[in-house]
């Protein structure tokens, strides 16, 4: 593992020898107060800076390898340089923004990375979007780059047409129409570190309530790692000589990107992308790349358990010493049946794109608080409260509250109203319910019905509801989420129809085409139930948790 006084040494070295050698590592802008150089510091290691040393280190070590291509970390490094110049020769710099429309492949990192060094704000599209919400995506994030992939080309020439505030547009892995080719315009500039890096700053987007995207946004250099990070990276204890990591899920996600990317690229160790998630090729690439890390969901682990017995006893996997999941709850016996499989290496955390919790728990402790997601730090003061927003004792069910950072909250970019709404003081929720134990471990009992995770994803149910309510047959409609073995839940939608509307297969199979028509696929309802009336309060608002409730009764978790 690296030493963080290694990099203070080279970066203490580097200023004082004004750059007579090129070899040393070029580090972050010092500020005067010695409390934000520790904060940039902090997040060099876990950034572009980080990889500049790593390419000084070990510079024929593989960095990154995919269905597209591999990069050893001198020729990753290489190229975030040239890209970086391409940035800074067409006038960008820190706070403006770069938007990636690109699927698991090597300049996915090299996009990224980019942007981090030169200070700009970089914004991963998910490529499950339909086309309209993509182009919002750019226009919202104020994108000055768009970088798209050829397999989404049809996503992006809408999206850039869309806009007139992008001035550099490139395609990667073929043309596409108003774009620049990205070999092209990297082969115009040089690949040595460049002179005084910023550092830049992320804005992922998650699913909006309205039907909207929301781009969850912190101001570079604001405070130190999130406590589920750093308790995540502490456990997986990476060994650049030894270790590899695998990336299951979509690089846009941002489990995927931060566990199974940035840190372990920032300790040295190389990354190896899926580019689309399949249980026995997971298998395959563990054993052919002796695999030690990897970041999973719930219902990847179904997969696997669901292979036949001779299929997994065909590959070797037990290079696995780290198996973090996340994102979505695992069920008890799907866990256990993991680690009765591949022994005890099933870490575990509780967190959310905006931040907070701070909650993990390794094998060893689960075993002993089976169902649990684990302690936060002592520091993390998480609460539990009822309806009325007073905090609760222990063992009693209410909503969690994360405690906000001092410095570098979150906020709904573009959309105050969004952030306060989520607040309550000093802390914030993201709807789940649950309680803590006599001995502080946290147990997830349920979650508002406004929100749906099926696979580890997030949805929404009133953009279901919204396109749904388009069809000429449906007066009224509520989407929630049923219980799925596979997925943890998979979307429904109960229907009211109008007046002469037969509530038949037909019309189940006409409404579901008709919501995968403007919806993503997995956001669209995989089932459709019909009722006469859904229950409304008073004032005519859909009680959405009474329709959600038949479907789960009986069950001790309500998510």
């Not at 960008?92 to 699927?103: E, F, K, Q, S």
């Not at 955390?349 to 684990?374: C, L």
């Not at 007046?499 to 019309?507: F, L, N, T």
């Not at 956001?523 to 329709?547: C, E, F, M, N």
Request: proline share 5%; net charge negative; charged share 25%.
């Amino acid at each position: 593992m690296c030493n963080p006084s290694q990099i203070a040494r080279l970066f203490t070295d580097h200023r004082k020898s004004n750059n007579r050698n090129r070899k040393e590592f070029r580090g972050v802008r010092v500020m005067s107060d010695a409390t934000s150089e520790k904060i940039e510091l902090e997040q060099a290691m876990q950034t572009g800076m980080m990889l500049a040393y790593q390419a000084q280190t070990r510079p024929e070590k593989m960095a990154v390898s995919s269905e597209y291509g591999e990069r050893n970390f001198a020729e990753l490094n290489h190229r975030v340089n040239q890209l970086a110049r391409a940035f800074r020769e067409a006038g960008l710099g820190p706070d403006d923004a770069v938007a990636m429309l690109l699927v698991n492949r090597c300049e996915f990192l090299e996009v990224y990375y980019a942007a981090w060094r030169t200070g700009m704000r970089v914004t991963p599209i998910n490529w499950h979007l339909t086309a309209d919400d993509t182009a919002y995506i750019v226009e919202n994030c104020e994108a000055k780059v768009f970088v798209a992939d050829i397999s989404c080309q049809d996503m992006a020439i809408e999206a850039l047409v869309a806009t007139d505030q992008v001035r550099m547009a490139l395609s990667v892995g073929g043309e596409i129409e108003g774009f620049d080719n990205y070999e092209a315009e990297l082969a115009r500039h040089g690949g040595n570190n460049i002179d005084n890096p910023a550092i830049g700053s992320q804005m992922l987007y998650t699913s909006g309530t309205t039907g909207r995207p929301k781009g969850v946004y912190r101001v570079r250099s604001a405070g130190p790692p999130q406590s589920t990070l750093t308790r995540a990276g502490t456990a997986a204890a990476f060994d650049p000589a030894t270790d590899r990591t695998l990336c299951t899920g979509p690089a846009y996600h941002a489990a995927p990107l931060a566990f199974n990317i940035l840190a372990p690229i920032a300790q040295g160790v190389g990354t190896v992308l899926m580019d689309k998630w399949d249980a026995e090729k997971a298998l395959s690439l563990i054993e052919q790349h002796r695999i030690t890390h990897t970041h999973m969901v719930a219902t990847m682990f179904h997969r696997l358990l669901s292979l036949p017995e001779k299929v997994r006893q065909k590959y070797d996997s037990s290079s696995l010493r780290y198996v973090l999941h996340g994102a979505a709850p695992c069920p008890v016996h799907v866990k256990q049946a993991m680690m009765d499989w591949l022994g005890p290496v099933i870490f575990e955390y509780y967190a959310a794109t905006e931040g907070g919790g701070g909650f993990f728990i390794g094998p060893e402790e689960w075993i002993t608080k089976p169902g649990s997601v684990g302690k936060a730090p002592e520091e993390n003061t998480n609460i539990i409260v009822d309806d009325e927003g007073n905090e609760i004792p222990q063992g009693e069910v209410g909503t969690i509250y994360f405690a906000a950072p001092k410095q570098g909250r979150f906020v709904y970019y573009k959309d105050e109203e969004k952030t306060s709404g989520s607040y309550m003081g000093d802390f914030f929720t993201l709807g789940d319910m649950g309680y803590l134990d006599e001995d502080g471990y946290l147990f997830l009992t349920g979650r508002s019905a406004e929100t749906i995770i099926s696979g580890g994803v997030n949805i929404y149910p009133q953009e279901t509801d919204n396109v749904l309510l388009k069809h000429p047959a449906v007066a009224d409609v509520c989407t929630i989420g049923v219980p799925s073995e596979e997925w943890g839940e998979e979307v429904k939608s109960i229907v009211e129809l109008h007046v002469g509307y037969a509530a038949d297969a037909a019309m189940t199979e006409d409404l579901i085409d008709f919501a995968r028509e403007a919806l993503p696929v997995y956001k669209a309802p995989r089932s459709i139930d019909y009722i006469d009336t859904l229950p409304r309060l008073p004032s005519g608002k859909i009680q959405r948790h009474k329709v959600r409730e038949p479907y789960w009764a009986g069950r001790d978790k309500q998510i």
